[in-house]
């Protein structure tokens, strides 16, 4: 359901956000943080945003909603495949303890904005570039 999908984006767009500003990751180092405040990066990325091209409202969008979450994880990893992906990695972080259910997710293929100064093109974005001409 993409009300869910939203919510979920949103909630990790600010833990993400939180995480920059109090810098407490373990597993990056300083210059990540350093790369990540460039004004220059800031900026591309920005550009990539609001780039005109064709746009549709929220309510417009595909959906997909499923009676069970293993259904819904299902359609997510069939999506995966359609777009030529080959792997998704889940790892179960949740600490009982706290009982707040965690799950980190990989996947391999998947590439981020592209106005870093250090992004490489991967395999499916060159293949989509060649495609384009």
């Given at each position: 359901m993409?009300?869910?999908?939203l919510?979920?984006a949103?909630?990790e767009?600010?833990?993400?956000?939180?995480?920059?500003?109090?810098?407490?990751r373990?597993?990056?180092?300083p210059s990540?943080?350093?790369?990540?405040?460039?004004p220059?990066?800031?900026a591309?990325?920005?550009e990539e945003?609001?780039?005109?091209?064709?746009?549709?409202r929220f309510?417009?969008?595909?959906?997909?909603h499923?009676?069970?979450?293993?259904?819904d994880?299902?359609?997510?990893?069939?999506?995966l495949?359609?777009?030529?992906?080959?792997?998704a990695i889940?790892?179960?972080?949740?600490r009982?303890?706290l009982g707040?259910?965690?799950?980190?997710?990989?996947?391999?293929?998947l590439e981020?904005?592209?106005?870093d100064?250090s992004?490489?093109?991967?395999?499916?974005?060159?293949?989509?570039?060649?495609q384009?001409?």
């Amino acid at each position: 359901m993409r009300e869910i999908a939203l919510l979920r984006a949103l909630t990790e767009a600010a833990q993400s956000r939180l995480t920059q500003i109090a810098g407490s990751r373990d597993d990056r180092t300083p210059s990540q943080y350093v790369r990540q405040r460039d004004p220059n990066i800031t900026a591309a990325a920005r550009e990539e945003l609001e780039r005109p091209g064709p746009r549709r409202r929220f309510a417009e969008g595909p959906t997909f909603h499923a009676d069970t979450f293993n259904a819904d994880v299902a359609w997510e990893l069939e999506q995966l495949r359609a777009a030529g992906v080959k792997r998704a990695i889940a790892v179960e972080l949740t600490r009982p303890e706290l009982g707040i259910p965690v799950v980190r997710v990989v996947v391999p293929g998947l590439e981020p904005l592209s106005g870093d100064r250090s992004y490489v093109p991967g395999a499916r974005a060159r293949a989509q570039k060649e495609q384009a001409g």
